[in-house]
């Protein structure tokens, strides 16, 4: 991968995105530590495929519970589309305290929990994030970097 400074990003910006989008990352280094890589965002979804929702449906007397093993929140209501809205909610207060708060997107939690939170990031409405979250699992999926996160 071919590795710039910070200082040579800025000056070759327009290069660095043509290469990202010609699916050649480029990882990005500061001087005082820290880097980052620009990737083209179809890479970027892709790496995250594997990274599959599998909520958890409860019914009961009057009240429906879904739970997100994968983010540890829950979405509760009368019916199954108020569970739903409710569980959309708990995810965009999640995005928020984790765009919001450094000690929070540092936490080990929440650093085991990026993957997914970064597939809900990048979607647009919340018709996709249902659609996202109640996707059925794709066959033949790698499982080892999804072991590894949990």
Known sequence: MHEISASQAR??????????LAHLPTSIKRRRGGSAVMVDGG???????????SPEVFFEQGAVSIWLPELKIWGRGKTFAEAQADL?????????????DRVMRAAAETVRQLPWIYRLMRTSSDEDRMALLFAPPQANQPSVALDRMR
């Open 11 to 20: 000056n070759q910006f327009a290069d660095i995105y043509e290469a990202a």
């Open 43 to 53: 890479d970027f979804d892709a790496l995250l495929q594997a990274f599959e929702f």
């Open 88 to 100: 959309l909610d708990e995810v965009d207060e999640l995005i928020a305290l984790i765009e919001s």
